[in-house]
Nanobody, 124 residues
Framework: QVQLVESGGGLVQAGGSLRLSCAAS????????MGWFRQAPGKEREFVAR????????YYADSVKGRFSISRDNAKNMLYLQMNSLKPEDTAVYYC?????????????????WGQGTQVTVSS
């Protein structure tokens, strides 16, 4: 059974940084693309970043490009999201997701497993 457990969320002032982590278990981590999504109160879930199976192909939402960095450690079955220059509009619950294949687009339907989420709150 696949499990994804996020950690690293919290309260930070605007301009600050946080690093989210996602621990994966249950199937061969290196065989699947991974992604981060977020959902703010009253809004739909949105794509944040994704990374292919080999760490060589990364893609970001325009809203976070240049501020966020996604990475993975296949030896440790870990996914990360480094978030810098945080803004109040980044406030949301952040979800780690594992794709159905080695590559994925930004569509949530291409991700078959999801974590419980970690809250990120950015104060102004």
């Amino acid at each position: 059974q696949v499990q994804l457990v996020e950690s690293g969320g919290g309260l930070v002032q605007a301009g600050g940084s946080l690093r989210l982590s996602c621990a994966a278990s249950g199937r061969t981590f290196s065989n699947y693309a991974m992604g981060w999504f977020r959902q703010a109160p009253g809004k739909e879930r949105e794509f944040v970043a994704r990374i292919a199976w080999s760490d060589g192909n990364r893609y970001y939402a325009d809203s976070v490009k240049g501020r966020f960095s996604i990475s993975r450690d296949n030896a440790k079955n870990m996914l990360y999201l480094q978030m810098n220059s945080l803004k109040p509009e980044d406030t949301a619950v952040y979800y780690c997701a594992q794709a159905k294949a080695m590559w994925a687009t930004n569509t949530a339907d291409e991700f078959s497993y999801w974590g419980q989420g970690t809250q990120v709150t950015v104060s102004s």
